[in-house]
């Protein structure tokens, strides 16, 4: 049986990115996901076209690897990155005022994300998953690149909140997850209400 390694490589990413083919298809303004079905029935390739679409909303993803194979599925995959910024403060209420915050050192994480600064996480809402005390790598990435499911410091108009993001009503709208769901509801707000978006790259938690 025939290898279909374009599907291998697409199920790679919508397993990275944690979304079906049908949903993922919606996101990069796909009108349904058959075109998606046609490359795992091994009638198309990966094309050009559907290549840019995915690093545009997706731009982690290495647009070689995802054309021929070539190299490693994220840009980023084998960087080392060093010299993050770590300041000793809570990272939902001093976020907006980092730039007057003491630096207290650099931090270095292997074979990560590039990160923009580490702060550590007071909240309780995120539960078990996100213990307070723990320090998160924090970062700050456009709306458009915003990937659902994943944990983001939100800054908009009303608060400040870390929570898993999850899209909703057509994408138009953000719901914010918290993991503690027994004690704290869901927030909801709209696009246009965010000010700032900080991806959670990476986290340590100190027993």
């Known amino acids: 049986m025939h290898e279909n390694k374009n599907w291998q490589r697409l199920e790679a990413v919508l397993r990275w990115a944690n979304m079906s083919a049908n949903y993922f298809a919606h996101h990069i303004g796909l009108s349904r996901g058959e075109n998606l079905y046609q490359i795992k029935r091994g009638n198309n390739g990966i094309s050009l ?42 990272a939902e209420r001093s976020i907006r005022e980092v730039a007057q915050l003491q630096e207290e050192c650099s931090l270095m994480l292997p074979a990560a994300t590039p990160c923009d600064l580490a702060m550590v996480y007071m909240g309780t809402a995120m539960g078990r998953q996100l213990p307070v005390g723990t320090i998160v790598f924090l970062k700050k990435v456009e709306l458009q690149h915003l990937i659902p499911g994943k944990e983001y410091l939100v800054c908009s108009r009303s608060f400040d909140a870390l929570r898993v993001v999850r899209t909703v009503a057509g994408e138009q709208r953000l ?25 959670v790259c990476a986290k340590l938690m100190i027993n």
């Open 49 to 90: 076209n559907l290549a840019e679409r995915i690093v545009n909303h997706f731009p982690q993803i290495n647009r070689l690897w995802l054309l021929t194979g070539d190299g490693e599925m994220l840009v980023n995959e084998t960087v080392v990155t060093g010299n993050i910024p770590f300041y000793r403060a809570d």
């Open 175 to 199: 719901r914010l997850v918290a993991g503690d769901k027994k004690n704290f509801d869901d927030l909801e707000l709209s696009r246009d209400e965010v000010e700032a978006l900080y991806l």
